[in-house]
């Protein structure tokens, strides 16, 4: 099983909102989901995807998406805005849950990897069964959180290049699924 966390610093908390950008960023939530979770015409049932959202009104909020039992999607935006905006108002959707969790109470464990310009390059890594890759938003990670998951974890580079968010999910599924 692999796992990937996006820290959203500005991501919204509730449900009040029309469109996912302008509710503090949420389409890059939506954006890393559908690179960590969809392959073509399946749903990966060995990932794990959750965002911390940290923006108002009632931070933090933990969203996870698990691959093994997310079903009644499709992966365009309109239904991704609805999705969210559903959950995050406390509707239920098949694979989605919400609960109030921060960055710090989901680290806590091993094969935590945050990436990292500065970090080993994924090319020289090798991952064991369950790793859990960290990463920020647009924003990055408050130096705070990322001490304390370094505690748990080590840094991890892409390369010299700096990539978006989503395009980092897409790079690591792609490495993992070569081994």
Request: hydrophobic letters at 35%; a negative charge; one cysteine or more.
């Amino acid at each position: 099983m692999r796992e990937f966390i996006l820290f959203s610093r500005t991501g919204y908390t509730d449900g009040n909102f029309t469109n996912l950008r302008e509710a503090g960023r949420l389409d890059l939530v939506y954006q890393c989901a559908l690179t960590a979770l969809f392959v073509s015409h399946n749903i990966r049932s060995d990932v794990i995807f959750r965002a911390v959202l940290t923006g108002p009104p009632k931070p933090p909020l933990c969203i996870t998406i698990d691959g093994s039992t997310l079903h009644d999607v499709r992966v365009d935006e309109i239904t991704w805005t609805e999705i969210l905006k559903n959950v995050l108002s406390g509707k239920e959707h098949p694979g989605i849950t919400v609960e109030k969790k921060s960055l710090q109470e989901l680290v806590k464990r091993d094969e935590i990897y945050v990436l990292e310009e500065g970090g080993e390059d994924i090319s020289k890594v090798k991952f064991g069964e369950n790793p859990v890759f960290v990463i920020g938003d647009h924003v990055g990670l408050p130096k705070n959180d990322e001490n304390f998951v370094l505690r748990y974890g080590k840094k991890l580079s892409l390369g010299k290049q700096k990539y978006l968010a989503a395009s980092c999910v897409d790079i690591i599924n792609y490495n993992l699924d070569r081994i």
